[in-house]
């Protein structure tokens, strides 16, 4: 018989007492939001209830990029579906300069979410995977008002992680510290259903993702790391390697939860003042966590990013995640630089 998303986290929260019900309806109603943005990607230039999804908006965010149409949508999708759920404080996104306080006519919650509401927006157009990243947390004192700084929680305080990923098939990929289970949606029912349970990723791979027009700015240990495995099995490593770079790091992590690898985004020279390209609080502290519960591991190259000690919202990181020895080897490399 088929567990239905909701089936499974009433089990997480009976069986395991894993998950307060506040936060179990907290998370249907992020799948339900994901389920209308799938509807949207789905339909692509025939267009759908939530409009035209192709194309640019015109308008840059917070990051001084310029944002797609569907990078709105997506996040205003997000934002009208928690507003009146009545289990958040407050939401915070990537579409956002600053974060959005649940307003007082709707029932306040002690939750915090985060979101990439669009992840993979280069593909937008090219009809290959994107998906929604999101993060939870807490309020750190449920007396006080909400503010931004609520928000700066290492990764090891999340509470559940996840994302859903719109390819060939929409996956929901999620963690409340119990292992990572994945739910594929039946678009004839309507829900999601679970496909899989205890992901374990294996500790070694054969197979990296990095974008590897960028190698001429890396840093020395990464440029080692890739130049040996480019040596295949007449070098160091003594084994061929293959290579995948989709652009989405949904579609990326994806592939890597479900055969293993080894995923990065490391800092470069291009910018030698921003830390990586990727964002800590809702890119990269959520897809570290459902890493780590499925047996990876995930550093910046120097340390395990769910320890980092945020300072501001949208700041960035370089991220390498995976394959638990192929992270620790990009890391010995850096320590030993
Ligand atoms: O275009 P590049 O440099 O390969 O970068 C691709 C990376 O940028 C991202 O698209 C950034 O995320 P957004 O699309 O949410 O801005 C990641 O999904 C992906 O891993
Ligand atoms: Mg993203
Ligand atoms: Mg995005």
Redesign the pocket.
């Known amino acids: 018989m088929s567990v239905s998303l909701t089936r499974y986290l009433v089990e997480q929260q009976r069986a395991k007492g894993l998950i307060p019900s506040e936060l179990r309806l907290l998370l249907e109603v992020v799948a339900r939001a994901c389920k209308s943005i799938s509807h949207a990607v789905n339909k692509g230039a025939l267009g759908s209830e939530l409009g035209d999804v192709m194309g640019s908006a015109g308008s840059e965010n917070v ?1 001084g ?1 310029v944002q797609k149409k569907l ?1 709105i949508i997506a996040n205003d999708v997000l934002i009208e579906a928690n507003e009146w759920g009545g289990h958040l404080a407050a939401m915070a996104s ?1 579409e956002m300069d600053s974060i959005h306080v649940v307003p007082n006519r709707y029932p306040q919650g002690e939750y915090l979410l985060m979101f ?8 937008i157009e090219v009809n290959v995977s ?2 929604t ?1 999101f993060s939870v947390l807490k309020k750190v004192d449920p007396s006080k008002g909400v503010s931004e700084d609520d928000f700066l929680q290492p990764g090891t305080q999340q509470v559940a992680a996840g994302y859903c990923v719109y390819g060939p098939q929409t996956t929901l990929v999620l963690t409340v510290g119990d292992g990572v289970a994945m739910f594929t949606l039946d678009r004839e029912q309507g829900s999601f259903v679970l496909t899989q349970e205890n992901v374990r990723i294996p500790a070694d791979t054969k197979e990296f993702a990095i ?1 590897m ?2 190698m001429r700015h890396w840093d020395e240990p990464v440029k080692r790391y890739i130049d040996e495995c480019l040596q295949g099995e007449e070098g160091p490593r003594g084994k061929n390697f293959n290579m995948r ?8 992590v994806h592939r890597i939860l479900t055969r293993g690898g080894v ?1 990065m ?1 490391p800092w470069d020279k291009r910018e030698p003042g921003k830390a990586g ?3 800590l609080m809702y ?1 990269a502290n959520p897809m570290s966590w459902l890493v780590e519960q499925a047996g990876g591991a995930a550093t910046n190259g120097q340390q395990r990013i769910l320890d980092i000690q945020p300072t501001q919202l949208h700041q960035r990181v370089s991220v390498v995640l995976g394959s638990k020895n192929e992270v620790e080897r990009v890391t010995s490399y850096h320590a030993q630089k």
């Open positions: 990051q990029e990078d990537e990439d509401p669009l992840d993979g927006s280069s593909n994107i998906g990243i974008n027009s960028n770079w989709i652009a989405s790091m949904v579609a990326d995923f985004y390209k990727l964002r890119e």
